[in-house]
Every structure is written in structure tokens, then in C-alpha cells.
């Protein structure tokens, strides 16, 4: 496919999602904005790419950033307060990161007349009463203020869609992991803690039981979802009963996941090595899987990316 060249921006640009995001958007020949406050505890690293335009600003900050969207045609927004136990340590923090950040993201694009805007979101939001496999119709189960303040930029994308006539594209990954995941502290993704826990010799610290089981998404199938959704033109009506048409809405959800799932144990075991147990923890779901079908069948998407092979790859 021949890719249009656009002006785009990214936020949480130097993080692990977005970094990669960027990388591939430069890569496709696009000009390149991030913005990125470097809030991350878990992140050993930030990436900031010499070839995009880089600012380290906060995306609630609307006096800094506002201009910063002007002449943009696409945004990427994936900055946010992004894990479950410490949006459960500090919810204000929680809602200023994804509920103000998202509010000042959408109402800077809306000013500046962006085209369209891609908002990362949670599989989280379906919480434990929805039976697996998890499709977009299902109602939210929020279970942390994580899950509750990114579904609530779920909700202003839509309503910016209907209200505002913006753009907007909603993803919920489940369990994203590879190249350049948090590796950092007791809270980041399970995979980047058994990778340096191995590393340093110690034994893989396995919560609860170990039998709750994820969903994993390699950030590589997440970042052509992104690219995919920015390039999508959608039918521009849908016949029903040979008289009535219905436009298309924007504010659609995507889940993106792979369909299949592992649980932490069988993590630790494809890894290799010693384990040992920490408690459970409070506020997560027991089993996320996800059905991707209406991605695959509206933007094309579908995960390439093996759990098994990469981490026989990486470890």
C-alpha cells in the first residue's frame, strides 16, 4: 500500500508503546511530533528518536502543547498513568494523567483541526462478570481507577465524535509486551520482570497462584493496528431494509489481542528457571482473552507476533 505522508504526533512518544509507534511512522516517512513528560517509574529507558520533534511536556498542559497540534492530520494519544496497582495507590493521579490528559488531547485536536485521533485504551475495562472471549459489545466491569479513568477517555472520544464531528479510533490492547517493555519495579508487565529477574539470577516471582491468564499482544501487532486505523477510510453508509442508511459512526472500539491466552505459570515456564510467590493482588481480573474479529474485519489487522517463539527468542 502506498502511504500518503502526513504530518502526525504522538504522545507518550519516548515510552515503550509509543516508541515503537514512532519508530514505524518515521520509518513510513512521516513528520513526527512527541510529546512525552518522562513520568514513567517503570521505564529504565526513555526513547526519544533524533528525527522527530521532541518536547517533554506533560499532555494536560494545554497552554504548552496547544500549538504543537497545529497542522497535525493524525494523532497517536498513548501517554497515560498506565498500570493497574499504582492508579490503585494513587487514583488522583490516575484521573488527572487519563481523564485530564485525554479531555486536553481531544479538545487540542478539535481546536487545531486535526483528522483523526487513535486513543489507547484497556482491556481492563471488562473487568471479571464478562465471560471470555472478550467482544467490544460487552458492558464495562471497571474494577480500579485504572480501568475507570480510561474508559472515561473512551467515552470523550466518542462524545468528541458525536458532538464535535472529530475523528476518533478507541483500541483496548491486552497485555502488550516486547521490545523495550517496563522493566522496572514489582508493577510492570509480567514478561519484562521475569526477563530481569532471569537475567539477574533470581527466582521469577509468581502472583497469587499463578493461574490467572492473559491475553499477551507483542507491541509490534499493536503498532500496525495504530497505522492501520490511521489510514482507514470506513463505508460511507450502511443499507438496511433496501431503504434506510446509517453514517458511519466514529468512536468505534477495537479490541486487539491475539485469541489466544497463557497463564503467568506458563510464562514461567516457557522462560525456564526458579520461581517463588508474592500475594494476590487486588483489583485484577482473573482470565482476558480477546476476540479481535471486528478489527480484522474492518481495519484488516491480524497479530503476527508468536508469545512461544519470541520469548524462546529473548530469554
Known amino acids: 500500500m502506498s502511504l500518503i505522508k502526513m504530518k502526525v504526533l ?3 512518544g519516548a515510552g515503550f508503546i509509543g516508541s515503537n509507534l ?7 516517512g512521516h513528520e513526527v511530533t512527541v510529546i512525552d513528560n518522562e513520568s514513567s517509574d517503570a521505564n529504565e529507558n526513555f526513547y526519544w528518536h533524533p528525527k522527530a520533534k521532541n518536547y517533554k511536556y506533560d499532555v494536560t498542559d494545554y497552554k504548552s502543547t496547544r500549538s504543537l497540534y497545529d497542522g497535525v492530520e493524525k494523532v497517536f494519544h498513548l501517554a497515560a498513568e498506565a498500570r493497574i496497582q499504582p492508579c490503585i495507590e494513587n487514583p488522583l493521579k490516575a ?9 486536553t488531547v481531544l479538545q487540542c485536536s478539535r481546536e487545531a483541526g486535526v483528522g483523526r485521533v487513535m486513543y489507547s485504551s484497556t482491556s481492563a475495562a471488562y473487568g471479571v462478570k464478562n465471560t471470555p472471549p472478550l467482544v467490544e459489545t460487552m458492558s464495562n466491569d ?3 481507577p485504572y480501568s475507570v479513568t480510561k474508559t472515561a477517555g473512551e467515552e470523550m472520544c466518542k462524545m468528541y465524535s458525536k458532538l464535535f464531528g472529530l475523528e476518533t479510533v478507541i483500541f483496548r490492547y491486552f497485555n502488550v509486551y516486547g ?23 533470581e527466582p521469577m516471582t509468581i502472583v497469587g497462584d499463578g493461574d490467572q491468564r492473559r491475553d499477551f499482544t507483542h507491541v509490534s501487532d499493536v503498532v500496525e ?32 489481542g491475539t485469541g489466544k491466552n ?53 530469554k
Open 225 to 256: 493496528a495504530n497505522v492501520l486505523a490511521s489510514q482507514f477510510s470506513p463505508p460511507q453508509y450502511t443499507i438496511q431494509n433496501e431503504i434506510e442508511y446509517r453514517a458511519w459512526e466514529w468512536g468505534q472500539t477495537y479490541n486487539i
Open 142 to 144: 471497571c474494577l480500579n
Open 179 to 201: 521490545e523495550r517493555q517496563p522493566l522496572k519495579g514489582q508493577y510492570a508487565p509480567v514478561i519484562g520482570i521475569f526477563l530481569r529477574q532471569r537475567a539477574a539470577g
Open 22 to 28: 514512532v519508530d514505524r511512522l518515521l520509518k513510513d
Open 95 to 103: 484521573v488527572h494523567t487519563n481523564v485530564l490528559g485525554t479531555a
Open 262 to 314: 497463557h497463564s503467568v505459570n506458563e510464562i514461567a515456564t516457557l522462560m525456564g528457571g526458579k520461581t517463588t510467590p508474592i500475594p494476590a493482588r487486588i483489583g485484577e481480573s482473573r482470565i482476558t482473552l480477546a476476540n479481535a474479529s471486528k478489527a480484522n474485519i474492518q481495519l484488516g489487522w491480524n497479530p503476527k507476533v508468536s508469545l512461544e517463539v519470541w520469548i524462546a527468542e529473548h
Open 10 to 12: 504522538v504522545t507518550g
